[in-house]
T-cell receptor
Framework: DAKTTQPNSMESNEEEPVHLPCNHSTISGTDYIHWYRQLPSQGPEYVIHGLTSNVNNRMASLAIAEDRKSSTLILHRATLRDAAVYYCILRDVITSGTYKYIFGTGTRLKVLA | ETGVTQTPRHLVMGMTNKKSLKCEQHLGHNAMYWYKQSAKKPLELMFVYSLEERVENNSVPSRFSPECPNSSHLFLHLHTLQPEDSALYLC????????????FGPGTRLTVL
């Protein structure tokens, strides 16, 4: 079962910031929070990941709550090409030191021109 | 370009056919994965390979048979499939099982008649 919960869908206007929330109340102390997105007719694409501190890269920012039970993916200026399904993912242990992703249903982001 | 290629991109097969899906990664990674994405369901992990050794079989029916002849290639052999097996089959790779991110291919859209 997915370890994260996200809204099914969100809308944003082009050129405006988008905040995509994710709840992960059962997160353990060593779990990283991962975000991927899946554009239409493509495989998922890595966006960002973090543990405790807020993280920034060229695609997005990740804001992690102090208790780590929730996080927010921030797209600073949404474009039409950002329309996709965004997945917030935790991992499950396969064996000691090895992991697998547990995907949920994600948030479908619609960007309006 | 993600560095992970999948062929064919589309496949239609009858329930009595035998076919194979191919995945190739050009990233020098040691771990490879097969996922299934059905309509309106989360991505499901099917198989995980690390250094050509299977480390996870996620309760997948025996009509799906994976093969990893080397760390760059992964196959999914299909035999006697059912219509409910129609889905997008995604391949991914990562440096190893401990390290992120995973890089996904574009998927094979499979239709079973």
């Amino acid at each position: 079962d997915a370890k994260t919960t996200q809204p099914n869908s969100m809308e944003s206007n082009e050129e405006e910031p988008v905040h995509l929330p994710c709840n992960h109340s059962t997160i353990s102390g060593t779990d990283y929070i991962h975000w991927y997105r899946q554009l239409p007719s493509q495989g998922p694409e890595y966006v960002i990941h973090g543990l405790t501190s807020n993280v920034n890269n060229r695609m997005a920012s990740l804001a992690i709550a102090e208790d780590r039970k929730s996080s927010t993916l921030i797209l600073h200026r949404a474009t039409l090409r950002d329309a996709a399904v965004y997945y917030c993912i935790l991992r499950d242990v396969i064996t000691s030191g090895t992991y697998k992703y547990i995907f949920g249903t994600g948030t479908r982001l619609k960007v309006l021109a | 370009e993600t560095g992970v290629t999948q062929t064919p991109r589309h496949l239609v097969m009858g329930m009595t056919n035998k076919k194979s899906l191919k995945c190739e990664q050009h990233l020098g990674h040691n771990a490879m994965y097969w996922y299934k994405q059905s309509a309106k369901k989360p991505l499901e992990l099917m198989f995980v390979y690390s250094l050509e050794e299977r480390v996870e079989n996620n309760s997948v029916p025996s009509r799906f048979s994976p093969e990893c002849p080397n760390s760059s290639h992964l196959f999914l052999h299909l035999h006697t499939l059912q219509p409910e097996d129609s889905a997008l089959y995604l391949c991914a790779s990562s440096q190893d099982l401990e390290r992120d991110p995973q890089y996904f291919g574009p998927g094979t859209r499979l239709t079973v008649l």
